[in-house]
């Protein structure tokens, strides 16, 4: 195994314990970018030297004795919709070109306390939102690698980086994660903090981590999860013990609810007889559940929301240049002016409604299963792919997870989703983890 091949646990260990230099570790993940870079295209912005100042800055500090973050020397990938005061950020977009802010995102700034190496900006879609950026999937140029959230997701497929962030509006994380053939983790709405983050819709934006596996996704979360009085959805807590939670065993084995979703008929051959393999592996530790039929207008209600923020949101852009944005986006733009206060507002009174609906499920299963995506990566750049699998469970502010445990007929990775209830993210990462160990087996 190649350093750039170790995972975030591991090689936050073994910098730790003087095994191996941060130096080392990103001077290894910068050979790798420029091996593949020229054909995966996953970052808008690198600056080596800095990278390595950084890297031996972090040595330095394990030299001298000082005390070292849980993230001490390890390079993290950051979506270009963060700011960061030491580097451009520009959100995918030509309205943003040159654009260098004064100082960091909050989750940045935890990263760095945290002790990690900000190897550069990720590619991100155009605003974060549909219209595709440069970045192509690393199992094969030719298939999108989702979007928005794709330089991240590709970055730690590809081996250039252990961990990366982004963000997730509809199906951002999740959808990207699954194309890509890595861990991507959607916390509960409201865990981390959204200050200094593109804003496209408060109350659905939630930042996400890519990771290869559930417990370097723990690693890199659980850092994040201080609460930030700047950030409105952000309530005073504790961190979630995410790492010592998601790395312990059930006391059980988990039971888990296979939910198919109003969206099932958008599943291809591929998915649905790699969920019925999936669930006669499975047997006796998973139920099909049926959701209410009110369920079938979550999509409607999350477009409102949704198109409506972006309409408020991206005012200012649009202003600056309508010529300069996708078609794709001021269609959603124009169809959010349309949108009533009374259908906005009942949008987001059901959010509550839908989530109050999941208690009994969650009260007898640890987890929901459902598909990350239709299928697998789609061939051809134009797109990023269909988020209707994540659409609901964003809507509600559930946290889901996409592992890499399926494949399409044409050899391309497919996740699986597991969500779990509002708030009870380390327990859902711990059942996420007996599955992908079970599955393995």
């Not at 005061?85 to 520009?90: H, L, Q, V």
């Not at 030719?142 to 980086?161: K, N, Y």
């Not at 709405?189 to 200050?195: D, F, M, P, Y």
Request: charged share 25%; with cysteine.
């Amino acid at each position: 195994m190649t350093l750039n091949q170790m995972t975030a646990t591991q090689a936050a260990a073994a910098i730790g314990n003087g095994e191996l230099t941060s130096e080392e570790l990103v001077r290894a993940c910068l050979a790798r970018i420029d091996e593949v870079e020229a054909t995966v295209r996953a970052w808008t912005y690198l600056d080596p030297d800095h990278a390595i100042r950084q890297a031996r800055l972090a040595d330095l500090a394990r030299k001298e004795g000082r005390a070292l973050g849980p993230l001490h020397g390890v390079p993290v990938g950051i979506k270009d919709i963060f700011d960061t005061e030491d580097m451009p950020t520009e959100d995918g977009t030509q309205l943003h070109a040159g654009r260098r802010p004064l100082e960091d995102s909050a989750v940045v700034a935890l990263l760095r306390e945290a002790g990690a190496v900000i190897m550069g900006k990720t590619v991100t879609t155009e605003l974060a939102v549909y219209s595709p950026g440069k970045t192509r999937n690393p199992h094969n140029p030719e298939h999108t690698p989702g979007g928005s959230s794709s330089g991240s997701a590709a970055a730690v497929a590809a081996h250039m980086v252990p961990l990366a962030v982004g963000s997730q509006t509809n199906g951002s994380v999740i959808r990207p994660a699954s194309f890509c053939g890595v861990v991507g983790y959607k916390p509960s709405h409201g865990l981390i903090s959204r200050h200094r983050v593109l804003r496209q819709s408060p109350p659905l934006d939630t930042i996400g981590v890519f990771a290869r596996t559930v417990e370097d996704a723990a690693l890199l979360a659980e850092p994040l999860m201080a609460h930030d009085a700047r950030d409105p959805a952000m309530r005073p807590s504790a961190r979630p013990t995410l790492v010592a939670t998601a790395g312990s065993e059930p006391p059980v084995d988990p039971d888990i609810a296979f939910v198919k979703s109003p969206v099932w008929d958008k599943a291809d051959d591929d998915t649905r007889e790699a969920f019925e393999e999936l669930s006669a592996h499975l047997g006796e530790r998973i139920r099909e559940v049926d959701l209410p039929d009110v369920f079938a207008r979550a999509h409607e209600w999350h477009r409102a929301i949704m198109e409506a923020d972006l309409a408020k949101n991206f005012r200012i852009d649009e202003d600056k240049g309508r010529d300069r944005i996708s078609p794709v986006l001021l269609e959603m733009m124009d169809r959010g002016k349309t949108v009533t206060a009374v259908a906005y507002n009942e949008a987001l009174e059901n959010i509550s409604v839908l989530e109050g609906l999941l208690e009994p499920i969650f009260k007898q299963f640890d987890a929901i299963l459902t598909p990350a995506t239709i299928g697998s990566a789609p061939k051809g750049l134009e797109s990023t792919g269909s988020p209707v699998f994540c659409t609901l469970w964003t809507y509600c502010g559930l946290p889901a997870v996409s592992l890499p445990l399926l494949s399409g007929s044409n050899g391309m990775p497919m996740g699986v989703q597991l969500v779990g209830p509002r708030g009870d993210d380390a327990r859902l990462l711990r059942t996420a983890r007996w599955l992908a160990e079970s599955l393995g087996d």
